[in-house]
């Protein structure tokens, strides 16, 4: 079929030998060439289209559960360390101050 295509585009020319050692028609080579290489817009992807209306605001999800390792969001209570060293707890830095009489 590119042998057939190519005579027909560039050269400008039918070029039937490609199509006769295969066994092929021109009508089977131009519709094979019809599927294969020039598809319609819709047909080239195979992601399905979505209904906007349906979809939910993704705003609200972002930043809201980063790393996760298989128990859904977590705190900062976890025991999984993902750089492989040790934990160090973290230092209560807020200041305690004492009600004024």
């Not at 490609?18 to 019809?34: D, K, N, T, W």
Request: charged share 30%.
């Amino acid at each position: 079929m590119r042998h057939y295509k190519r005579a027909e585009t560039v050269d400008g020319k039918v070029d039937t030998r490609a199509l006769e050692e295969v066994g092929l028609s021109e009508a089977q080579a131009q519709e094979m060439y019809r599927y294969l290489a020039i598809a319609n817009y819709e047909d080239r992807f195979v992601v399905p289209s979505s209904h906007r209306e349906l979809a939910r605001d993704a705003f609200p999800e972002k930043s809201g559960c980063g790393f996760t390792f298989g128990d859904g969001c977590h705190g900062s209570d976890t025991k999984f360390n993902l750089f492989n060293s040790r934990r160090i707890d973290a230092v209560d830095v807020t200041s305690k101050t004492e009600p004024h009489a």
